[in-house]
Structure formats: structure tokens, C-alpha cells
T-cell receptor, first 115, second 115 residues
Framework: NAGVTQTPKFRILKIGQSMTLQCAQDMNHNYMYWYRQDPGMGLKLIYYSVGAGITDKGEVPNGYNVSRSTTEDFPLRLELAAPSQTSVYFC??????????????FGNGTRLTVT | AQKITQTQPGMFVQEKEAVTLDCTYDTSDQSYGLFWYKQPSSGEMIFLIYQGSYDEQNATEGRYSLNFQKARKSANLVISASQLGDSAMYFCAMLGSSNTGKLIFGQGTTLQVKP
């Protein structure tokens, strides 16, 4: 049981490049999330999904796109990377449909640097 | 709007002593859950403990306990018998019944355990 798997672990992008951060979970969770964590700060929600085919914006969605074609996968797309997107990105999943007592399970993060 | 406040950016504790990390929250939801996560220097997010708003007893998980004071809207984490491996960043977070499974994080507290 792998839990939440994120790839890659590290990436350096040049300004204006694009990339996709991959996230997969094998816990049959309906809810999936993307957070970013800037140095010394808490996590901010970028996008989330409550099931396949359904996505919604979080607190900081600008510059990102997501899709959820299957229950297991929730990729995050960065278009036209900017230095402000330098951050650590965490994918997470949960049994969100069971209510407010469902903890999120996190992947190990992707450290992205845009130069 | 929901908000989590952690007022201690950094804390020190002597090995084998107990330490309390503060967390206050604000929500208009009647039903909600409070969580604590640990983030060691390696970067992963580790779920520690959960407290539901209707739970009458404080949650405990091994050396971790949650001092839940609903009237004061506080959910402090108590770590007993601190160990060197407890040195990490600790985040308080909240899920409310109205926010579709979106976990809201505080800014975090960095704990250093001294030998």
C-alpha cells in the first residue's frame, strides 16, 4: 500500500516553461488536493477534487490547472512558470465524503524551483 | 471564514520534558475537526492526532494529547517526555462541516528539543 505518491521529487524550471506534477493514491479516496508550502509558512490550497471529473479552486489557483479523470490520479499543471511558483507542492487525499473527521494523507512533496 | 492561529513561531524544550504547542481557531460551523501534523526536516507531513468538536474527552495518541477547550476555541498539542526526534515543525489544522473537506492550516510552530 503506497498511499499518496508524487513525482518528481525535485524539479528546476526556467521562467515560461510548463510542467505537470503527478499525484496518485491507492487508498480509494474520493477527495484529492494540491497544496503549496512557501518557506517557513503553512500550506495553502491550490485546487481540490471531490471525485473523478469534479475539480474546484482553492485559495491560490492562479497559474495552475488540474484534471481528475480517474479516482486515483490528480495531476497539477503549471503553465508559463514564474519565480513566484517556487515552492514545495504537496498532494493529499482523504475520505472527505465521510465528513470533517477524515484526516488528509499527504505525499512526500515536490520541491520546485523556477529561475 | 475559518482561521487557525499558531502564535509561537519557535519553541525550545529539554529532552524528556513536556511541551505545549498553542493553537486557536475561529469558525462558525457547529461541527468541525481539529488536526495536528508534524513536518520533520525531511519535509513529509505526518498526521498526529484528531479532535472532533463534539468529542467530550481530549484526544490522546501515545505521547501526544490534545487539550481541547471549546469555549476558548483552543486546541493545544501536548507532547509528553520529549525526544530528540520530536524536533520538527508542527501544524494545527481544521476541517469544518461547511468547507467541503478543505483543510485550513495555521502558520506552524518549530519545535527544537535540546539534549
Amino acid at each position: 500500500n503506497a498511499g499518496v505518491t508524487q513525482t518528481p521529487k525535485f524539479r528546476i524550471l526556467k521562467i515560461g516553461q510548463s510542467m505537470t506534477l503527478q499525484c496518485a493514491q491507492d487508498m480509494n479516496h474520493n477527495y484529492m488536493y494540491w497544496y503549496r508550502q512557501d518557506p517557513g509558512m503553512g500550506l495553502k490550497l491550490i485546487y481540490y477534487s471531490v471525485g473523478a471529473g469534479i475539480t474546484d479552486k482553492g485559495e491560490v489557483p492562479n497559474g495552475y490547472n488540474v484534471s481528475r479523470s480517474t479516482t486515483e490520479d490528480f495531476p497539477l499543471r503549471l503553465e508559463l512558470a514564474a519565480p513566484s511558483q517556487t515552492s514545495v507542492y504537496f498532494c493529499a487525499s482523504s475520505y472527505g465524503d465521510r465528513g470533517y473527521n477524515s484526516p488528509l494523507h499527504f505525499g512526500n512533496g515536490t520541491r520546485l524551483t523556477v529561475t | 471564514a475559518q482561521k487557525i492561529t499558531q502564535t509561537q513561531p519557535g519553541m525550545f524544550v529539554q529532552e524528556k520534558e513536556a511541551v505545549t504547542l498553542d493553537c486557536t481557531y475561529d469558525t462558525s460551523d457547529q461541527s468541525y475537526g481539529l488536526f495536528w501534523y508534524k513536518q520533520p526536516s525531511s519535509g513529509e507531513m505526518i498526521f498526529l492526532i484528531y479532535q472532533g468538536s463534539y468529542d467530550e474527552q481530549n484526544a490522546t495518541e501515545g505521547r501526544y494529547s490534545l487539550n481541547f477547550q471549546k469555549a476558548r476555541k483552543s486546541a493545544n498539542l501536548v507532547i509528553s517526555a520529549s525526544q530528540l526526534g520530536d524536533s520538527a515543525m508542527y501544524f494545527c489544522a481544521m476541517l469544518g462541516s461547511s468547507n467541503t473537506g478543505k483543510l485550513i492550516f495555521g502558520q506552524g510552530t518549530t519545535l527544537q528539543v535540546k539534549p
